[in-house]
């Protein structure tokens, strides 16, 4: 069974503060990692999509770094403000058919 | 924003009942998904289609039917509805298998 974990389940931070999260997914048949932000009330919305290992992808304040080797991926905001206050989700798709796996998202709480 | 619609947004029915959800897109992308999300675990698919009538099941399809009798529509149905099927549906399209999805804005079903 395909496991996608994301840690910390939350996080608190003031206004200002840089900030980073994790998703570890299972490395064998890797195909690629997607970012998602997830507003409340809102719908996902595509951050980044990574394929290789070692790739880096930046946004803004945002960044994200890949290891396929070792079945993680980083997510840092830099700066973190209070519009950055949302449900980060991380999904790591497989080769041989459909098989895109979602963790359960880190939720970012940004204090003024 | 993608051209996304699900239908409806929100909807209340009693155990036992069928209910049909819709996701209509205008982007013509080929590939059409179902979600649900509960609290505690990520996105988790349901159903999902490749084609015009043609679909395949997800990690959590029991209890769930779908059809794609045209690109742009793809209908979720419920043959008889339970409490366990209380939840969040989410649409999503892509225009290629494990690329980025971009997601409609969810239809909140509430099983009594």
């Keep these: 069974i395909l496991n996608v974990e994301q840690s910390p389940q939350s996080l608190h931070v003031q206004e200002g503060d840089s900030t980073?999260?994790?998703?570890?997914?299972?490395?064998s048949n890797f195909y690629a990692l997607h970012w998602?932000?997830?507003?409340?009330?809102?719908?996902?919305?595509?951050?980044?999509v990574m394929?290789?290992?070692?790739?880096?992808?930046?946004?803004?304040?945002?960044?994200?770094?890949?290891?396929?080797?070792?079945?993680?991926s980083y997510l840092y905001i830099k700066g973190s403000q209070p519009e950055d206050s949302a449900t980060y989700l991380c999904a790591s798709s497989y080769t041989g058919g459909f098989k895109t796996i979602f963790g359960a998202g880190t939720r970012l709480f940004v204090k003024a | 924003d993608a051209g996304i619609t699900q239908s409806p947004r929100h909807k209340v029915t009693e155990t036992g009942t069928p209910v049909t959800l819709r996701?209509?897109?205008t982007e013509n992308h080929r590939y059409m998904y179902w979600y649900r999300q509960d609290p505690g675990h990520g996105l988790r698919l349901i159903h999902y289609s490749y084609g015009v009538k043609d679909t395949d099941k997800g990690e959590v399809s029991d209890g769930y039917s779908v059809s794609r009798s045209k690109t742009e529509d793809f209908l979720l149905t419920l043959?008889?509805?339970?409490?366990?099927?209380?939840?969040?549906?989410?649409?999503?399209?892509?225009?290629?298998?494990?690329?980025?999805?971009?997601?409609?804005?969810?239809?909140?079903?509430t099983v009594v």
Excluded at chain 2, 80 to 108: H, K, L, P, W
Aim: hydrophobic share 30%.
């Design chain 1, 51 to 72: 394929t290789l290992n070692g790739d880096e992808k930046k946004k803004g304040r945002i960044s994200a770094t890949l290891n396929t080797k070792e079945g993680y």
């Design chain 2, 79 to 109: 043959e008889s509805a339970t409490s366990s099927q209380t939840s969040v549906y989410f649409c999503a399209i892509s225009d290629f298998m494990n690329t980025e999805a971009f997601f409609g804005q969810g239809t909140r079903l």
């Design chain 1, 20 to 27: 980073n999260f994790t998703c570890s997914f299972p490395s």
């Design chain 1, 36 to 48: 998602y932000r997830w507003e409340t009330a809102k719908s996902p919305e595509a951050l980044f």
């Design chain 2, 23 to 25: 996701c209509h897109q």
